[in-house]
């Protein structure tokens, strides 16, 4: 049995990149994988590649409206909802000076509006259930700042302080809140970002002690654990997958 057996788990913006890794890692681990994306398409195809354990949904987590839809449903599918993952992001990077109003609310509503939409609609399922797992993530950026993505990285730190409180809210319902701060990861955002160029790229690589990108795989392996029982008296705490880019 894998460390995740039979825990509902929702999974934000899963139709790609770190969670597609974090789906199918849970997948592998026994979860009932709910796989939700604003691209419809990319969320049915990560369901079907990971099997008859994952159900699909089409979610745009800025809109309170399609989280609670998907909420209500995944409770009357399974009466339950064990584990959420808030892996949902977005990003642009350039200069704040660059940047415009619209911009930020863009950058916020995805990155910090949407993990306190999601969790809202489901810390009241998992209180009445008194348990739950909650894992948000983050990133290195709201840690010890970005070059090129200071709304991203402002937005990321308040991530970290909303999961440190709604941690302590909680612990009376035995639900726990964690968050993990990928680094540098070898996606698609991060080749859109800064991945076309060699150079950057190249050097950013270089500044990595394990001299290597992330991978979604290393971080869906700290993802799934923060999920698992392993972790049950584990809460508040947020951990770097950087291969030690930033020790904080």
């Known amino acids: 049995m894998g460390r995740l057996q039979d825990k509902v788990t929702i999974v934000t913006g899963a139709g790609s990149g770190i969670g597609k890794g974090i789906a199918q890692k849970c997948a592998t681990e026994g979860a009932l994988v709910v796989v939700t994306d604003m691209n419809g398409a990319a969320a049915h195809s990560t369901a079907d590649e990971i099997g008859g354990r994952a159900t699909a949904y089409t979610v745009d987590v800025t809109d309170g409206g399609s989280v ?3 909420v209500a449903a995944v409770v009357a599918a399974h009466g339950r ?3 959420l993952v808030n892996n949902a992001g ?13 911009f930020w609310d863009k950058v916020i509503a995805i990155n910090y ?5 999601t ?11 008194g348990r739950g797992s909650i894992v948000n993530l983050a990133s290195d950026a709201g840690r010890v ?6 709304v991203y990285a402002g937005a990321k730190a308040g991530v970290i302080g909303f ?11 035995q639900i726990n809140v964690n968050v993990v701060c990928p680094g540098p990861t070898d996606t698609a955002l991060f080749a859109s970002m800064c991945g076309d160029n060699p150079a950057l790229r190249d050097g950013l690589t270089r500044a990595i002690p394990f001299r290597r990108l992330g991978t979604p795989q290393d971080v869906a392996n700290a993802v799934a654990f923060f999920a ?18 930033t020790m904080v």
Do not use: N, Y
């Open 68 to 70: 609670d839809a998907m």
């Open 81 to 83: 909802i064990d584990a």
């Open 90 to 102: 977005w990003d642009v990077g350039m200069p704040f000076v660059d940047t415009d109003p619209a």
């Open 113 to 117: 509006r949407g993990v306190l939409t």
């Open 119 to 129: 969790c809202h609609a489901v810390l009241p399922v998992m209180a009445a259930a």
């Open 145 to 150: 700042g970005s070059s090129g993505e200071a």
């Open 163 to 173: 999961s440190k409180t709604i941690a302590r809210e909680h612990a009376r319902h």
């Open 228 to 245: 698992s029982d392993e972790a049950a008296f584990i809460t508040g705490q947020t951990l770097s997958v950087s291969g030690g880019l």
